[in-house]
């Protein structure tokens, strides 16, 4: 990742409160699967970004976790400084949306985790025919495409794009959105001609990303707010290997999970409890679905073929 995280204490974050409250001529209180997230900041294009991301919370509302979105000349860029007691972020000189928008979910993230049983997996969420299905893997393996890609069936329908929570109930696992718009790139046209219509009506950033509301093009009724996971795409991109396809023991896909930090670049504490946590999460999702790698080394059609097997779609 560009940017690095440091955690600190309690006192430092008072500090960085006093230092930076001139700065604040934003605040806003966002709902976040059940959390309150509140951003402050004195930047208007990250708040006009982030009320398009996150659905509002009331005013009225006491804050669960909070995010200082910073601009400080005298530092470096891509900043993060953390306080897991208070569930406090400062950002500062963030140079991307995409890391204040997934930094976001992670404080809730942190919350939900530690109190209550619910865990963070950075990845997309789909329902194929009524079927949970979440992709995963590591930068530049896919994700997006494959998610995407898959939206092109009228049969699928998506919970998040990107990041969602899910929750253990007995022998199922239950995955939950909560993003109002989705974040996409700009050449996701380039791959999937149907999403051309998305792309030439958004305001993209610098970076080639912007905040969308897919329902113009997939319509209202294919985005739920939750599905039990039946399958789990595990993605990578490996030209030495052959074949696309290996369905793995559950024990397999946790040790790749782990060796890889959960493919969430985006966590913010990294303590034994935590891992332990994560890792307890995972074994119970890899107990309960079907676990496929998928070598996405050739096209995307291919890829997609592939894919669309595994979770029984034409």
């Known amino acids: 990742m560009a940017y690095t995280v440091e955690i600190i204490s309690m006192e430092r974050k008072e500090e960085l409160v006093n230092r930076y409250s001139s700065g604040i001529l934003?605040?806003?209180?966002?709902?976040?699967?059940?959390?309150?997230?509140?951003?402050?900041?004195?930047?208007?294009?990250?708040?006009?970004?982030?009320?398009?991301?996150?659905?509002?919370?009331?005013?009225?509302?006491?804050?669960?976790?909070?995010?200082?979105?910073?601009q400080d000349e005298s530092l470096g860029e891509n900043l993060v400084f953390y306080d897991p007691q208070s569930k406090t972020g400062f950002l500062l000189n963030m140079d991307y949306y995409g890391w204040i928008k997934s930094l976001a979910l992670s404080v809730a993230g942190d919350i939900l985790e530690d109190d209550h049983g619910i865990y963070?997996?950075?990845?997309?969420?789909?329902?194929?025919?009524?079927?949970?299905?979440?992709?995963?893997?590591?930068?530049?393996?896919?994700?997006?495409?494959?998610?995407?890609?898959?939206?092109r069936n009228p049969r699928v329908r998506v919970v998040s794009d990107d990041w969602f929570y899910a929750r253990i109930?007995?022998?199922?696992?239950?995955?939950?959105?909560?993003?109002k718009n989705f974040y996409?790139?700009?050449d996701l046209a380039d791959i999937w001609k149907e999403f051309s219509g998305l792309v030439e009506k958004a305001v993209f950033d610098e970076k080639g990303r912007a905040v969308v509301d897919l329902r113009r093009v997939?319509?209202?009724?294919?985005?739920?707010?939750?599905?039990?996971?039946?399958?789990?795409i595990l993605l990578k991109r490996d030209g030495s290997q052959d074949g696309i396809v290996r369905e793995l023991e559950?024990?397999?896909?946790?040790?790749?999970?782990?060796?890889?930090?959960?493919?969430?670049p985006h966590l913010l504490?990294?303590?034994d409890f935590k891992r332990r946590l994560r890792s307890r999460f995972f074994r119970a999702l890899f107990a309960s679905a079907r676990v496929h790698e998928v070598n996405t080394r050739g096209t995307p059609e291919e890829s997609q073929r592939a894919i669309r097997d595994i979770v029984g779609i034409d």
């Open 250 to 264: 559950g024990e397999e896909a946790l040790r790749i999970m782990e060796a890889n930090n959960y493919f969430n």
């Open 26 to 70: 934003y605040e806003i209180k966002s709902e976040i699967y059940g959390c309150c997230i509140k951003l402050l900041t004195g930047v208007p294009a990250v708040k006009a970004a982030w009320e398009e991301s996150f659905y509002s919370a009331s005013q009225s509302i006491r804050s669960h976790g909070r995010l200082y979105v910073l």
């Open 269 to 271: 504490v990294h303590s």
């Open 218 to 232: 997939i319509g209202k009724g294919r985005i739920l707010p939750l599905t039990t996971l039946e399958n789990v």
């Open 184 to 186: 996409i790139r700009a």
């Open 169 to 179: 109930y007995g022998d199922d696992i239950l995955a939950y959105g909560s993003e």
């Open 120 to 151: 963070s997996v950075h990845g997309a969420c789909l329902d194929a025919r009524g079927l949970g299905l979440c992709i995963l893997g590591g930068s530049g393996a896919g994700k997006t495409t494959h998610t995407y890609g898959l939206l």
